[in-house]
């Protein structure tokens, strides 16, 4: 057994519950500005959080400095896990979800991003609960950013080195106080669109309540929404959606981009490889997607709440361009059930889950920067085959890429893909029929809340048996946290004293 430091990890993840209990006090000011009644509830859970965490934190005391790689990945992977442990509370105590299994889903797909929900009739849950729903999406979303600009290129995940080199601060070598300073920045960056997203909602024609809520469930890339039809609700009101699908844009880009344009450094931005070929893909799909539509599919037996508007060209375009968005920045947000378009745009959305947004960004899934790699390296290994003796380096964003990082990001897409494989198995092994299985798994692990099946956009995981719950927060997990950082928990060797 390799020795820990396990002061500073005790201690880190007081700080984190501490961090989260006072995000609960937030909610329980919102409960008493709506007199929902749950208050109270509220409070007790936000109030137990905290004396836990002040707790771990006063006993790990003198806990020393040093922060090892092994302690990291234990600090992410717990981290995650006590936030969703303890954000189980408000749930529980307010008797809203009653059944731990159900409340741990609700608060993994939460803190996760992915906005899955076991929630029936969200319409009738009070205000404080789904305030503190939508506000696990943002806690999740702003500990993304810092995890993929500090955290991941320290540990040498997936090749998201390749991001610390462009991050106006971050060392893939050793941490230093710069991160600190990046983090700030990209936070602000956070906090500023998500207010500039609710102002402009509550223009449009939202209730303020629906709008910040929307607006912390966009930014994190989450998709939890206080309707029962999701953005499907303002089908009448197009301007809502076109406001959505901007923030989903942004939030699925890498947010030092966003860093970089505030700065005036436009050029770094129009010539960064990952953020010009993510918005080519958008556009390219959904040209594709609205062409499918506007020629094969009926709009309006696919409408889940008003109906479509505006004129059958804008509506196919607008639809088309919402789901391609909400699926590939995994958002999860639905203006309409797309397994009822065609069975083409069925299986188009399906393998949209596998693409995922920038590195960087609030979104899931294997990322645009990987899959530029992938195929840059199938492509120089076709002249290889050609030209044995020559030197073919892998470019990106100009610079060759070192070997390692492509083999780590090679690995990391076959694990990726065997994940998805296993997680299916799994599904299927507890009952769950094929095509539940199969958009349960690529939803979960890519964390874009509706999938195919029983999981599609006007169905939830509630029809899920417990255990099936319980694989799909693993893989919400894992999926999240970049494969590497959970599973390396599992092996033999990270617990061997070497």
Not at 47 to 56: D, H, N, P, S
Not at 157 to 169: D, K, R, T
Not at 301 to 314: C, D, K
Not at 446 to 468: E, R
């Amino acid at each position: 057994m390799p020795k820990l430091n396990y002061k500073v990890i005790l201690h880190i993840m007081g700080l984190l519950l501490l961090f989260n209990g006072g995000f609960m006090l937030i909610a329980v000011f919102v409960s008493w500005y709506y007199d929902d009644g749950i208050a109270l509830q509220i409070s007790s859970a936000a109030l137990i959080t905290c004396f836990i965490g002040i707790v771990l934190m006063f006993f790990t005391r003198g806990r020393g400095k040093e922060l090892k790689k092994r302690e990291g990945y234990i600090i992410v992977t717990f981290g995650w896990i006590f936030m969703a442990l303890s954000g189980t509370l408000p749930y529980i105590l307010s008797e809203t979800i009653p059944n731990f299994t159900n409340a741990f889903f609700e608060t993994m797909s939460g803190y996760t991003t992915t906005g899955a929900t076991i929630l029936n009739d969200i319409e009738s849950i009070p205000k404080g609960i789904l305030f503190w729903r939508s506000l696990t999406h943002w806690i999740g979303g702003m500990g993304i950013i810092v995890l993929a600009v500090a955290i991941l290129p320290l540990l040498g995940i997936g090749g998201m080195q390749l991001f610390s080199a462009e991050s106006p601060g971050p060392s893939a070598d050793k941490l230093k106080p710069r991160i600190t300073d990046t983090a700030k920045r990209l936070w602000l960056i956070y906090f500023s669109y998500t207010i500039a997203e609710t102002v402009l909602l509550k223009v449009a024609g939202m209730s303020f309540f629906d709008a910040i809520n929307h607006s912390l469930s966009t930014l994190s890339t989450g998709g939890f929404s206080t309707k029962n039809a999701s953005l499907a609700y303002w089908n009448d009101q197009p301007v809502i959606q076109y406001i959505v699908i901007l923030f989903m844009f942004l939030a699925g880009s890498n947010f030092v981009i966003s860093y970089f344009a505030f700065k005036g450094k436009i050029q770094k931005v129009i010539h960064d490889d990952e953020f010009k070929w993510y918005f080519v893909f958008i556009i390219g799909f959904t040209a594709v997607a609205a062409t499918i539509i506007y020629f094969q599919a009926d709009l309006s037996l696919s409408s889940i709440a008003h109906p479509m508007v505006w004129g059958e060209g804008e509506s196919a375009f607008r639809h088309a361009l919402f789901q391609v968005l909400a699926i590939v920045t995994t958002t999860g947000f639905v203006s309409a059930d797309y397994t009822l378009w065609t069975p083409f745009l069925t299986v188009f959305f399906f393998g949209l889950m596998f693409l995922g947004g920038s590195a960087g960004s609030t979104a899931g899934g294997i990322k645009v920067m990987r899959h530029l790699i992938l195929i840059r390296n199938g492509i120089t290994e076709f002249k290889r085959t050609l030209h044995p003796n020559a030197i073919l380096p892998i470019r990106y964003n100009g610079r060759a890429i070192k070997k390692e990082i492509v083999f780590n990001i090679l690995g990391f897409f076959i694990l990726y893909m065997l994940s998805f494989i296993i997680g299916a198995l799994v599904f299927a092994f507890m009952g769950v029929d094929f095509m539940t299985s199969i958009g349960g798994a690529a939803s979960s692990l890519g964390n874009v809340g509706p999938a195919l099946g029983s999981l599609g956009p006007i169905y939830n995981y509630d029809v899920l048996p417990p255990a099936a719950k319980w694989w799909s927060a693993f893989l919400m997990l894992i999926g999240r946290l970049e494969l590497f950082t959970v599973l390396i928990l599992l092996t033999p060797f990270f617990w061997r004293n070497r």
